[in-house]
Nanobody, 118 residues
Framework: VQLVESGGGLVQPGGSLRLSCVVS???????????MAWYLQAPGKQRELVAN???????QYADSVKGRFIISRDNAKKRVYLQMNSLKPDDTGVYYC??????????WGRGTQVTVSS
């Protein structure tokens, strides 16, 4: 099983980015019930939850991104997205995709760098 993130880059404050994570090597019957999440590891800080989305498309967000970020998933494509709007310099860091399957097994992607700077 592999998780591969994409969509990171350099953006000015106030700008937007859309991150994508594709899961390969996982059958649909395992992917669909799993929870997908995005984490941020800012420079010098621990990895923290940004948002997650359950099998039933119930979403949860960190307070710092509520109203600015939207997480969504496409089960047919085994993808999860993170639409990031009104970006701030504090949003800078490496964004990691995480999959937690119905058995509690956790898998991570390698991350994609997001830099918010003028």
């Amino acid at each position: 099983v592999q998780l591969v993130e994409s969509g990171g880059g350099l953006v000015q404050p106030g700008g937007s980015l859309r991150l994508s994570c594709v899961v390969s090597g996982m059958i649909t019957s395992v992917f669909n019930p799993s929870t997908m999440a995005w984490y941020l590891q800012a420079p010098g800080k621990q990895r923290e939850l940004v948002a997650n989305i359950t099998r039933g498309a119930v979403t949860q967000y960190a307070d710092s991104v509520k109203g600015r970020f939207i997480i969504s998933r496409d089960n047919a494509k085994k993808r999860v997205y993170l639409q990031m709007n009104s970006l701030k310099p504090d949003d800078t860091g490496v964004y990691y995709c995480q999959n937690t399957d119905a058995y509690g097994l956790i898998r991570w992607g390698r991350g994609t760098q997001v830099t918010v700077s003028s």
